[in-house]
Structures are given as C-alpha cells and as structure tokens.
C-alpha cells in the first residue's frame, strides 16, 4: 500500500526558515516530487528527487533519505508570497506513473 | 521549460450540457497524461490517466462514460464532461509527465467548471 505523511499546517515568520517533513511508506519508490499549490490555482514543480540527498534550488531545497522512507523540503528566506499548501508526492513503480499524494502542508508566513 | 496549458480556464455551462476541457504541453512531449479534480481545501483526487493512442485508465468510482478522454497526440489530452450536473462543479487540472525527463510530471493551471 502507499502511505505518505506530512505535518498538516506550519507557521513562520517573514525572513525565517521552515522545514516541511514528509515520511513514505510505499511498495517501492522511483521518485518524490514537492509542489507548491497557491490557494485556488493548480499545483506548481518544486523539485524532483530520485537520489539520496539535498538539492538546493535558490531559497528552496529538498532532501532525499530512500533508506528512511524520508524527504524535507526546506524554506528559506520566507517571504509573504510563499503562504500556499506544499504537497509531497511519491512516484511508486508498476502504478502506471500515477503519483501518490501527501494531504498536503498548509505554510502561513506571518510579517 | 515545461508549460502545460489548459483551456479554458473556467467555463460556466448549464445542467445536461457537455464541456469540453484541453490539456497541452506547449514545449515538450508528454508520455502520460493525467486528470484531476479538487474540491475547495480538499486534497487532489485523480480521475484517470491517458496515453497517447490507447483509452484511459479511469480511478474506481469515476464514470467513463461521463468523464470522456482522448488523447490524440503527445501533446493533447482533452476531457469532455458530458451530461454535467451542478455536483460536478469543481476545479479540473491536467498533469503531463515530461517524456525526456523520466518521471517528471507538470501541471496545467486547472480549469473551473461551475454547473447551473
């Protein structure tokens, strides 16, 4: 079965730090996706990690630990715009390259 | 880049009439494409998935016969909701998975059907 967890609701400050943890259980793994999803609009690519490790896109970076069923996405630099839901998502194989989702990580950056 | 658009971006149709929605990606070529739907502060829910030149893999509990899909090309998927009803109003988004780009999937900016 697939199962993915990730906190439900985050707050920081403007200029902060936030990271959004998301943990897997899946029968096999070929990948994990962050999106970010603004309230009404569809979801938009954050990242994509198939290997162990962090990869670091500007302000935001996501980590990978296949080992621990485990990724993070990591927020820096907050800023006012960054307020949205961030999914977790999970690429299993022999599922038709159906992606499986968290419920998603509602962040609320406070000035 | 990756754009997926979609089209249109919302739509307003009466009950009993169908509507016909498009996904593209404008810039790459898509293997597999994908339907969803999400209800407001609800989590996305898939309806199907399309391949290029074969019929659609439709969720359980999705009526195929309702929630019509083709896809013609790499880089066109269209879903027709026919016979709508007001409980199908929702907020309709594609996803292409970017076919030189091993599993990376996109999606399109969603499309919001209201039903009267």
């Known amino acids: 079965g697939q199962n993915i967890d990730q906190p439900t609701e985050m707050t920081a400050t403007e200029g902060a730090i936030v990271q959004i943890n998301c943990t897997y259980q899946?029968?096999?793994?070929?990948?994990l996706f962050w999106y970010q999803q603004h309230a009404g609009e569809a979801p938009t690519f954050l990242s994509y990690?198939?290997?162990?490790g962090l990869e670091e896109k500007g302000r935001f970076s996501s980590f990978l630990s296949r080992s621990k069923g485990y990724s993070y996405l990591l927020l820096k630099e907050l800023q006012m715009k960054d307020s949205a839901s961030y999914l977790c998502?999970?690429?299993?194989?022999?599922?038709?390259?159906?992606?499986?989702f968290g419920g998603g990580t509602r962040v609320l950056v406070k000035p | 880049g990756a754009v997926v658009s979609q089209h249109p971006s919302w739509v307003i149709c009466k009950s009993g009439t169908s509507v016909k929605i498009e996904c593209r990606s404008l810039?790459?070529?898509?293997?597999?494409m994908f339907w969803y739907r999400q209800f407001p502060k609800q989590s996305l829910m898939l309806m199907a998935t399309?391949?290029?030149?074969?019929?659609?893999?439709?969720e359980q509990g999705v009526e195929k016969d309702k929630f019509l899909i083709n896809h013609a090309s790499l880089t066109l998927s269209t879903l027709t909701v026919t016979s709508a009803h007001p409980e199908d109003s929702s907020f309709y988004i594609c996803?292409?998975?970017?076919?030189?780009?091993?599993?990376?999937?996109?999606f399109g900016p969603g499309t919001r059907l209201t039903v009267t």
């Open positions: 996803s292409a998975q970017y076919r030189d780009r091993g599993g990376e999937q996109y």
């Open positions: 899946t029968s096999g793994f070929n990948g």
């Open positions: 990690n198939v290997l162990d």
């Open positions: 998502a999970v690429f299993p194989p022999g599922a038709g390259n159906k992606l499986t």
């Open positions: 810039d790459f070529q898509a293997t597999t």
């Open positions: 399309s391949n290029e030149g074969s019929k659609a893999t439709y």
